[in-house]
């Protein structure tokens, strides 16, 4: 119950009353011993007034010669023992002392003279005889000294026997004082002694209260610090206390909070990945600090490591595009400041598809990595980079034109001889007159494109092949860029035909360039853009114009839009943009279908996310040209498509060849495993159609041509309407 207690009451409280109950008890026993001792002086004390009134009383009754007895009275020279002119009287008169004279009469000894009074007032206290302790001193012929009662009263007293001539005891003389007077003498002094005792006891209590409270307000704060630091509130300040000891604790606390908030501010730096903060312990043992000193440096490791592998490509080997852009823009920037020269080179695999069709896609990796070693080995202050794909690039400076077609050539003649047959492509620019990035590479795209037209395995300088006349036409950018800025498309939707239900089951949105833009098709305008880097920009175009036209298709028919890889790669093609976009043309986005192409030579993951991603948010996903190349496989083991379309070349050959109708066996096969409706593309006559069923649905010239919705139908679609195999939707 007591530490119960304790525990409920403050240590200030509790050191407050232990110190008040230690005084307290250290003052009662000093009055104690202070009472003894003045009880036992005062008793001294009156024992020597006894004395001295004894000795007085001797020498006034020896001063006439012995004492002799006369009759029933006793005389001492001139004085009598009893009467009013008593001796005992004129003791007292002297000394202030009470005495007596006892008269031995018959052998006992009775009072004869007394200044005492008796019990009751009523007179002195004689005629009454000597008994007790003295009387038996006395009879032994000795003195007697103590404290006796005496008419009902305790006196200090002295006894000595009266001897007459011949040595006879002819009485007994006594002095004695009252205790009463020694008794009020020590009350007066422990009075005295209590209210000094009292006053000490205060003055006690306010010094250790005035100590106190300091410490109250230093432990109270160090509580509040530490519960605060206990929740990880690190951003506080200790209370100022210059008291000694309770100082320096107030400062251990401002060091131990100075250190906390160094550690959470280290912390805070390394969450947000800035490492420059240096952590040094606070000492050897220091085991937090030491901790915080070996995590930054392991996280300064890491984070080297994750920065060069963000910046690096995993195949290859060579810095990816994120170091490609900022090495641009470090060099340009330098070639501004000091005048000199950037020169990009632009490297493409020569026919890399087919690479990758004939001998398969770890054959074209392989490619990749010879030729990223081949790249490296140029000069120190030369950088090379592969920007995806089989595209790659060369950053060169501090060298002439001359310089730069050198180790070019060499790079080519080393590629030729080294990737198993495959030869490169290299175009190139200088930044003369160009200080802007993007403008670079189109030069180096354009003269890249050149050496596809003077069949490959070459390198062409920008300048050269326009002075030469050699860019044709076709990569008209500026077309491409007008088109893009003014949305200079129209839209021609294709009807994709269900081949159970004889019905219309959507169409595929297809983009046409506006006959003013100067260019053939579309092909045209999407390789232009890819070129200049610009197709995911060409893709929105697109995309928003046949989201625009779709308003006018029939309420339950589905819209299959193009997406351009590129805009999946880059991260364009935001799930909840485009859902705005079809929420402002009212079109259901459950009525959309993606296609995404096979044919796409960059990297596959990104693709697949970005289509993963797509699908969560309520778009159907196609896989767009199936069979044409080798990504299909790993398209379809990664993810579920909800439409699989057969790719027309595929389709064309399946009426003759048998290992093309196998490949539309496996794929319709593969469909039904993962529930994929399958569309054959291309079907352009009866005999198309028949080589490829089963399938669900297809789409053609023969089912019908691209063009307005309003007349979907062809004559291949009637004349199978006719046999009750596909009945039109305008025709019903």
Known sequence: MFRSISKRVSIVTRVMLAGSLSLALFAAAMVFFIRNDLGRTVYAQTALRVGYANSVLHDLLKADGPPRLEGRSLRFGAWLANGDNSVVDHLRALTGADATIFMVVDGKPIRVATTILKLDGSGRNVGTELLGPARDAIDAGLGFS?????????FVN???????ASGRTVGILYTGIPLTAMERAVSDAMGAVLVVTALALGACLAMLYVTMVPLRRALRNAVVIANGLAKGEVDQRSETISDGELGQMTDAFEDMIA?????????????????????????PRDRFGNAFANMSEKLKGLVGQLESSAMTDSLTQLGNRRAFDARMRTELSRAARRGGIVWLALVDVDNFKGVNDENGHQHGDLVLAELGGVLRRV????????????????????????????VLERLRESAQNELFGTTISVGFAGSTGVLDAEALIRQADAALYVCKLRGRNVV???????????IPQQMNVAAVNRLIAEREVTIAFQPIWDLARGDILGFEALARPDMKSGLSGPQEAFDIAAKIRRTHDLDRVCRSAAIRAAVDLPGDALLFLNVAPESLVRGDLDPRLVSEELAAAAF?????????????????????????????????VALDDTGAGNAGLEYLSRMRFDFIKIDGSIVAKAADDVAARGVVTAIVSLAKTTGAYVIAEGIEDRRMLDAVR?????????????????APSTAGARDLSREGTLVSRTSR
């Open 146 to 154: 103590g404290i006796s009662p005496v008419a009902g009263r305790d």
């Open 158 to 164: 002295r006894y000595d026997p009266i001897h007459d």
């Open 259 to 283: 250190y906390q908030q160094r550690m959470a501010t280290i912390a805070d730096a390394l969450a947000a990945g800035d490492f420059t903060l240096e952590v040094v312990p606070a000492s």
């Open 379 to 406: 000069r120190a202050e030369d950088s090379a980079y592969r920007l995806g794909g089989d595209e790659f690039a060369l950053i060169m400076t501090d060298c002439s034109r001359d310089e730069v077609s050198a």
């Open 460 to 470: 062409v300088n920008f300048d050269a092949a326009r002075q030469f006349g050699d």
């Open 588 to 620: 259901p986005i459950d009525r959309v279908v993606l296609e995404i192409t096979e044919r796409y030579a960059g990297p596959s993951a990104p693709v697949i996310d970005a289509a993963l991603e797509l699908q969560r948010a309520g778009f159907r």
């Open 694 to 710: 089963p399938i669900d649905g297809a789409q053609g010239y023969f089912l019908g041509r691209p063009g307005s919705i309003d």
